[in-house]
């Protein structure tokens, strides 16, 4: 992964670690800004493979090339930056992103690629592959724009669908799946098969993921929440608004016997004041708490599995031996 910093008005540089760095007021953020005008905490960055993922959680404005990032609990409010943008708190300039140069390292080559009805290789950059029309990386003729997003999420590839299409199989009932070497999608007359081409990269990074230790952070803030996920030597971590920090809340910090909570328990949690809330709320929110996740590469089918033919969803992360959580702000 590119390594990130931030460099200050006064030169100095501070290097952005794998995770979330905070920044604000408070002597307990990782950069503190000594201004009462500031937010206790102010502001979330997070390391992506594509850039640094910023999240403003303050009162003062957070601007990115003209741009407000503020939280908003019905809104995307991530907003992705990249090398040489400049950072804005308030109106005063603050730090610009940059992205470190090491001349020594060399950029692998992506593990997984598609061939489109045995057509010729097509590799999946970091930043995924999108299939439709003639805007898209893949344009099909018979597609319409965007009708399918391929990510890679960690050590694997996840086929989110979009667009007026039904779900077919294997897509589950928010369409997405996630992808093995060899697999294939028929979807609008078109064959998509996933291939492996690096398989050694993928040994090595199966290795690193086997370590024993599993941690879940879950962090809740005015606006709402950071998940953040320790799993051997790696961590993930995504920005979730209010709701959708709340249904993720309320599926791992209460566990029946059997894994599963019911749908409708889970809306009275997470709009308990608000009784007409229901199923399908609760499927458009839990759409759009996946796109989180696969945006911020987490594999999204070791989070949300739903029981076929009922009102039944569980985390099956959550069975993992020697799992912690922990929980602050809460």
Known sequence: MPQWSLELRSGARIKLTRGVTTIGRSSRCDIVIPDPAVSRRQALLTVRDAGVELINLGRQALTVANADADADADADVTTMVGDGVELHIGGQPFAVVRRERDPGATAGPSPWGIR??????????????????????????????????????????????????????????????????????ELADATIELVEVDEARLEQSTRARSSPRRHIKLERFDAGGML??????????????????????????????????????????????????????????????????????????????????????????????GLQLQREGL
């Open 228 to 321: 953040t996920y320790e799993h051997g030597a790696d961590s993930s971590s995504v920005y979730l608004a209010t709701r959708r920090f709340a249904l993720v809340e309320a599926l791992l910090t209460s566990t029946p016997d059997d894994g599963y909570h019911s749908v409708d328990e889970l809306c009275r949690r997470i709009w308990p004041d608000d009784p007409i809330k229901d199923r399908a709320d609760f499927n458009v929110l839990l759409y759009r708490v996946r796109r989180d996740f696969v945006r911020a590469g987490i594999d999204v089918d070791t989070w949300f599995e739903r029981k076929r033919g009922s009102g039944m969803i569980r985390a099956p992360i959550m069975a993992t031996p």
């Open 116 to 185: 489109v009805d045995g057509g010729p290789l097509l590799t999946i950059p970091i930043e995924g592959l999108t299939l439709g029309g003639p805007h898209d990386d893949v344009d099909l003729p018979a597609w319409t724009a965007t009708t399918l997003v391929l990510h890679r999420v960690a050590d694997l590839v996840v086929a989110e669908l979009r667009g007026e299409l039904d779900p077919p199989p294997p897509f589950d009932a928010e369409g997405f799946t996630r992808l093995a070497a060899g697999a294939t999608i």
